[in-house]
């Protein structure tokens, strides 16, 4: 993702969390939520959809 949209993206912050849960905001938008999806995110999937926006 940073090669695709390192000189794009001001800021990236982790937010640290339990019970497995990890999601990914862009811009105050969840793309992604392993809680929902039960698997972590496909990269090319991310990107696709960070590009859309």
């Known amino acids: ?3 695709r949209f390192g000189g794009q993206v ?3 912050t982790l937010i640290t969390s339990k019970g ?6 862009v ?5 992604y ?3 929902e999806t039960g698997k ?3 990269v ?3 990107v696709n959809e ?3 926006m």
């Open 1 to 3: 993702m940073y090669d």
């Open 10 to 12: 001001k800021e990236v």
């Open 20 to 25: 497995g849960v990890f999601e990914i905001t």
């Open 27 to 31: 811009n105050g938008k969840k793309i």
């Open 33 to 35: 939520s392993k809680k």
């Open 40 to 42: 972590f995110p496909d």
């Open 44 to 46: 090319e999937q991310l």
């Open 50 to 52: 960070m590009a859309s």
